[in-house]
């Protein structure tokens, strides 16, 4: 059993940064490749970036790239999304995710093994 605790969202104005953490309960963390998922009001949830089990490998939605940054450290099980540029569009629930022995570039379509609460992240324009 994994359990996955968000946090570091917020208020933010347009072209801002946030950094938000996942904390990772159990002692397989390094076993799980990590996503980031989202939320925004009215709409499905939609990926947003995923990491590799040792962190050598990540995938970002094109929405993303070039903007966000996702890393994680083992050693305090734990995996960040560094977000720059914020936009009002970035704007929802913020979800971490974890799948056991994933292929990082098939996080996407989804089938995770445990998920965080979510973290809300308010872009304002």
């Known amino acids: 059993q994994v359990q996955l605790v968000e946090s570091g969202g917020g208020l933010v104005q347009a072209g801002g940064s946030l950094r938000l953490s996942c904390a990772a309960s159990g002692r397989t963390f390094s076993s799980y490749a990590m996503g980031w998922f989202r939320q925004a009001p009215g709409k499905e949830r939609e990926f947003v970036a995923a990491?590799?089990?040792?962190?050598?490998?990540?995938y970002y939605a094109d929405s993303v790239k070039g903007r966000f940054t996702i890393s994680r450290d083992n050693a305090v099980n734990t995996v960040f999304l560094q977000m720059n540029s914020l936009k009002p569009d970035d704007t929802g629930d913020y979800y971490c995710a974890a799948a056991r022995y994933r292929n990082v570039q098939t996080m996407g379509a989804g089938g995770m093994d445990y998920w965080g609460k979510g973290t809300l992240v308010t872009v304002s324009s």
């Open positions: 990491i590799s089990l040792s962190g050598g490998g990540t």
